[in-house]
Antibody, heavy 119, light 106 residues
């Protein structure tokens, strides 16, 4: 069974930093591109970043470029999101999601999310 | 950047209704389009990929169509579990989402 479990959310001060983690199980982690997506309270979904499986190619949405850093540790089946210079606009539920090339590069599995509050 | 625009933002419908949601891309994205369903407090769930391919386990009343810049998600006969918010997503280069369509009880 594929599982993605996020952690690391919590309360951060404006201008502060937070590191999110996502641990994967049930599939060959290194074979998949992983993503972070967030959802502010009452708002829609916003894709933030991806990192490819073995080559580690990275891309970011403009809204977080220069402030957020994605990384992964295939030995630990984990993907991370280091967030810095946080503002109130970064408060959201943060999801990690698996991208599946066989599913047209759609996100076929998601974690339950971790909540980030900035205050 | 390619913008994804869904319509309507809210849709009121009854059980058994045929429901159609539209997603428009600001540039040609061929068939790189996915649809998701999200219930309150839950993670999104993949319904359709490559514009018209039904994800495994998703009921056949869901269908997707379109290519290029205009796409639709159709629910052939609305069921109680289908009252939710639906998102389209561009699935190449960057994974921009539409703003969402909430399907509510009429």
């Amino acid at each position: 069974e594929v599982r993605l479990v996020e952690s690391g959310g919590g309360l951060a001060q404006p201008g502060g930093s937070l590191r999110l983690s996502c641990v994967a199980s049930g599939f060959t982690f290194s074979s998949y591109t992983m993503n972070w997506v967030r959802q502010a309270p009452g708002k829609g979904l916003e894709w933030l970043s991806y990192i490819t499986g073995t080559t580690g190619v990275i891309n970011y949405a403009d809204s977080v470029k220069g402030r957020f850093t994605i990384s992964r540790d295939n030995a630990k089946s984990s993907v991370y999101l280091q967030m810095s210079s946080l503002t109130a606009e970064d408060a959201a539920v943060y999801y990690c999601a698996r991208m599946n090339v066989i599913r047209g590069q759609a996100f076929d599995f998601w974690g339950q999310g971790t909540i980030v509050t900035v205050s | 950047d390619v913008q994804m625009t869904q319509s309507p933002s809210t849709l009121s419908a009854s059980i058994g209704d045929r429901v159609t949601i539209t997603c428009r891309a600001s540039q040609n994205i061929n068939n790189w389009l996915a649809w998701y369903q999200q219930n309150p407090g839950k993670a999104p769930n993949l319904l359709i990929y490559k514009a018209s391919s039904l994800e495994s386990g998703v009921p056949s009343r869901f269908s997707g169509s379109g290519s290029g810049t205009e796409f639709t998600l159709t629910i052939s006969s609305l069921q109680p579990d289908d009252f939710a918010t639906y998102y389209c997503q561009k699935s190449n280069d960057d994974w921009t989402f539409g703003q969402g369509t909430k399907v509510e009880v009429k």
